[in-house]
């Protein structure tokens, strides 16, 4: 019998046969196994994710936290014993501004104003070099102010802000302009009790200026239009106007009895302080804001909160009326009867509307590429040079002719367009039907609203020269960083 032929076959040896690859080296040789090359990577490995940042610069409670020194420097303006130290609290709010720019680490989303803010402040930054500029001093100065209102768009995009931390942010100025109205009104019913220290730029204007700022009462009293917690005869009235468009948005959003309470009252103290300051443009532009959240609410469905908001706000409007007039007397029923006498384009016309006339119809064509830096406002007053008479000091009631001193029509041009890609923005978050508990449907009404509200305010005041422009463009930096947080940490329920 003969030996077995030896097999040239492999055998098999486990169930890794199947993956494996069998050549022959030569004519009639066995079969072997080849050995498989490695794959060669095609590109390079990504490189591990960064952890998150972290750290006080990191941390998004510097937002909350930055709205709490603001509300500092505002309530230390109105201590007597400061007076001295006035430009550098004011310099503060500003510098901190400027410091977290630099200070805040990482790389912000990208909001749609920036380009437009950008090209705004470029052109503005070059009429530093306008024959215009006499001082300076008070052109750099004003270019620090400009710089400063518009950084919370890159530093506040920096910080991963969750929903808690912006709801925290809307808290701290809901109670702060809600304290600002009461105070008003507290100014009303003690006179020269709780009347802070002027601004020493109103006191400058003589005694009949002053004497047009005042009202006699029901009581026959003399005072003041109530000033809240600013310095200003009047300036209560903006904070009766966000103590309304905030308690309303916090009533509709609140689920605890507490805090619907304090939303109640916050929007019939700010009614009421809103009526005894009679500044009626803020009193339409509320009208306006409150008109527009009611829209929103409306294309999205939310027709139960819809009715709430309506009857909370509309019982607290007939109450506070009668209530401010009780206390205000015939002065107070007389304003705001004045309001119905002739259409709103004219009362606005006779009254804020002369200034816009005078900006298209006479600064822009005088001034069409600027008209130099550091002439008005803040920067003028404290580091101005007005001894040239040839380049006099200018004055800017509304925010339009501010734009045109500051870059002529392309300055004018620019940043409304980057209110209207906010306000754009906004209202695409509003009009979203899908609620995954944040609410930001909710919260993009009330922003939506509140940036109307500030494109209005641009026609009665300076709007983006102070403080409240950085406030706007800090809450649309927290409300597009908390949207963009959200969407990525929960990508999964889209």
């Not at 509003?430 to 944040?438: C, H, I, L, N």
Request: proline content about 6%.
């Amino acid at each position: 019998m003969s030996a077995p032929r030896p097999s040239s076959r492999p055998q098999l040896q486990g169930p890794g046969v199947l993956g494996r690859r069998y050549v022959r080296r030569a004519p009639g040789a066995p079969l072997e196994v080849a050995t498989p090359r490695q794959p060669q990577p095609t590109t390079k490995e990504a490189p591990p994710a960064a952890a998150p940042r972290t750290g006080f610069l990191s941390s998004s409670r510097l937002v909350p936290l930055f709205i709490g020194v603001l509300v500092a420097c505002q309530l230390a303006l109105l201590v007597e014993a400061i007076a001295p130290l006035r430009v550098l609290v004011r310099i503060l709010a500003f510098g901190l501004s400027l410091a977290l720019l630099v200070l805040v680490p990482g790389r912000g989303a990208r909001h749609p104003a920036v380009p437009f803010v950008v090209g705004s402040l470029v052109i503005t930054t070059l009429n530093f070099f306008h024959p215009g500029t006499v001082s300076p001093m008070a052109g750099v100065v004003q270019l620090g102010i400009q710089l400063s209102i518009i950084a919370p768009l890159f530093w506040v995009t920096r910080l991963s802000i969750d929903s808690r931390v912006f709801r925290l942010t809307l808290t701290l100025l809901f109670l702060f302009n809600t304290a600002s109205a009461s105070v008003g009104v507290l100014q009303v019913y003690f006179p020269g009790r709780f009347q802070p220290a002027m601004s020493a730029a109103v006191q400058a204007q003589g005694d009949s200026y002053l004497r047009s700022l005042e009202f006699e009462t029901a009581s026959g009293a003399r005072v003041f239009r109530p000033m809240g917690l600013t310095d200003m005869p009047g300036g209560a009235a903006t904070g009766g106007f966000y103590a309304v468009l905030l308690g309303s948005g916090f009533l509709l959003s609140s689920r605890k009895g507490l805090s619907r309470a304090l939303s109640v009252v916050g929007i019939l103290v700010g009614l009421l302080c809103l009526y005894l300051c009679q500044v009626r443009a803020i009193a339409l532009t509320l009208g306006v804001c409150l008109a527009a959240m009611a829209g929103m609410l409306v294309l999205t469905g939310r027709v139960a909160r819809l009715a709430k908001l309506m009857a909370v706000v509309g019982m607290a409007s007939v109450f506070a009326f009668g209530w401010a007039v009780a206390v205000g007397g015939d002065a107070v029923q007389k304003r705001w009867d004045s309001l119905f006498e002739a259409k709103p384009e004219e009362v606005y016309h006779s009254n804020r509307g002369r200034f816009l006339e005078g900006t298209f119809e006479y600064f822009l064509p005088e001034y069409p590429l600027g008209a130099g830096l550091g002439r008005y406002g803040m920067a003028n007053a404290y580091f101005g040079d007005n001894s040239d008479p040839a380049q006099p000091p200018l004055w800017a009631e509304i925010q339009w002719t501010a734009w045109v001193y500051d870059g002529g029509i392309v300055v004018v041009v620019l940043y409304p367009l980057a209110l209207l890609a906010t306000m754009a923005w906004v209202l695409q978050m509003a009009r979203r039907r899908e609620d995954a508990g944040d609410e930001f449907w909710l919260w993009g009404s009330v922003i939506f609203a509140y940036n109307l509200g500030a494109l209005a305010l641009t026609f009665s005041y300076p709007f983006f020269m102070s403080q409240v422009g950085m406030e706007f463009w800090l809450l649309n930096a927290a409300l597009f960083g908390a949207w963009t947080h959200a969407k990525t940490l929960h990508a999964h329920r889209r």
